[in-house]
């Protein structure tokens, strides 16, 4: 997983020296989310679909790099991912990417004393809270009423295959 942490510190690091802060902004609320309205799960983001929002919403030349750059460490790191039709933009990891200030404790954690991330969310222009009012569909209830959409997890050979569980 280091090579996700380093691509993630490039990233957060390129959020700190860009001019295009709004748009990082505008693709941490766009960005697939967990939790719905409840805190602090509303803050969770899937880091994949953030790294697209960003290369695709920005010129900005090193933050597209860096964002090109988290999505490689990605498809590297995740070996299988599950979606359902509703996350369909999830792409096997999440990050924390608050709206309003990050928590009291998060910079005591290892993450953020090994990169950059927390300066760079502190660095953003505030911005609305993420999510909708929260309900079970926010937590993928909606997967076991509809198990005929679920599509299962993709391997890295491509195939659906499944395991044993005992």
Do not use: C
């Not at 860009?18 to 805190?39: P, S």
């Amino acid at each position: 997983m280091d090579i996700v942490k380093d691509a993630t510190n490039g990233l957060a690091e390129a959020i700190l020296k860009t001019d295009e802060k709004e748009a990082v902004r505008n693709a941490i609320m766009n960005a697939q989310n967990y939790g719905g309205g409840w805190a602090p799960y509303n803050d969770m983001h899937d880091l994949g679909h953030l790294a697209k929002l960003i290369d695709k919403g920005v010129s900005d030349p090193a933050l597209k790099k860096a964002a090109e750059g988290v999505k490689k460490a990605i498809e590297q790191a995740v070996i299988a991912n599950e979606v359902s039709p509703k996350y369909s933009e999830s792409t096997g990891l999440h990050i924390y990417a608050p709206s309003g200030g990050m928590g009291a404790d998060y910079q005591e954690l290892a993450f953020a004393k090994d990169t950059q991330w927390d300066e760079a969310i502190k660095s953003l222009p505030a911005g609305k809270e993420s999510g909708q009012a929260g309900n079970m569909e926010d937590f993928g209830v909606e997967f076991f009423n509809n198990a005929e959409e679920f599509l299962g997890p993709v391997w890295p050979d491509g195939t659906s295959r499944k395991t044993d569980r005992k």
